[in-house]
């Protein structure tokens, strides 16, 4: 889902680079891959991810365990590139690694809870542990709240703020409001449209972020439609 989510689950869209963006989104989740000098608004998290599949064994090409940045310097370059052979062993890799970067996925939401509660307030803490644990105890939740911490991270950067407003899973998890678990999921959806709505009031107005919001939308549909499916398999 997060694959079809980010590249409707193409083998081409593993390698991507989105107009108006200053790094390349590479594998199912679209991890970041920065290239040099480029100021880092954003968690990078494609070298975390290659080092990650070195550690598990996998195959890794030599020219990319080497690699301390991304050697396409802009989304022109890299797609000028786009079936030369460097990329075309990049998209190679990760093809092969698919079930690694669903691993790597849910290892990140597993740390997103404690980096989450590091950053917050004593009451804050305790409203984002309540919120999380409705959400880990409803069908579909799993896939809810690692899909939005892929997508949006976990909300405790710095950088990733408009004005001070940040738009990451704890601030969706702080916007929450309700109990019990029949109604999380679509709990989350309401408050994660709220917060995305608030991140495109305060973006600056050259990014034109309204013309994100449907597609985000739509992905937070997919929680709602999974939820239903996970009843429906129960």
């Known amino acids: 889902?997060?694959?079809?989510?980010?590249?409707?689950?193409?083998?081409?869209?593993?390698?991507?680079?989105?107009?108006?963006?200053?790094?390349?989104?590479?594998?199912?989740?679209?991890?970041?891959?920065?290239?040099?000098?480029?100021p880092r608004r954003f968690k990078e998290t494609f070298p975390s991810f290659v080092s990650y599949a070195v550690r598990e064994g996998a195959h890794v090409p030599a020219w990319l365990r080497q690699a301390t940045v991304n050697p396409w310097s802009d989304r022109m370059h890299f797609y000028q590139d786009f079936e030369g052979a460097q990329m075309q062993e990049l998209r190679h890799f990760l093809s092969q690694t698919m079930d690694l970067q669903t691993r790597f996925i849910l290892r990140r939401l597993d740390e997103a809870l404690p980096l989450m509660l590091g950053s917050a307030?004593?009451?804050?803490?305790?409203h984002i542990e309540r919120q999380f644990a409705r959400l880990v105890s409803s069908p579909g939740g799993i896939y809810a709240l690692a899909?939005?911490?892929?997508f949006k991270g976990e909300g405790i950067y710095h950088g990733e703020a408009y004005r001070g407003y940040g738009w990451g899973l704890k601030q969706v998890l702080l916007e929450m409001r309700g109990e019990g678990t029949?109604?999380?999921?679509?709990?989350?959806v309401f408050s994660a449209r709220k917060v995305l709505h608030r991140r495109v009031e305060h973006s600056p107005p050259e990014r034109q972020e309204d013309r994100y919001l449907a597609g985000w939308s739509n992905r937070l549909e997919t929680y709602l439609q999974y939820q239903y499916t996970s009843y429906l398999q129960n």
Not at 9 to 16: A, H, N, S, V, W
Not at 121 to 126: D, K, Q, R, Y
Not at 147 to 150: E, G, R
Not at 182 to 188: N, T, Y
């Open 121 to 126: 307030s004593a009451p804050e803490s305790s």
């Open 182 to 188: 029949a109604e999380a999921l679509r709990d989350f």
């Open 1 to 38: 889902m997060i694959w079809y989510n980010e590249s409707r689950r193409d083998i081409r869209g593993l390698t991507g680079w989105n107009a108006r963006e200053e790094f390349a989104s590479l594998g199912i989740a679209h991890f970041i891959w920065y290239p040099a000098g480029v």
């Open 147 to 150: 899909d939005y911490v892929n």
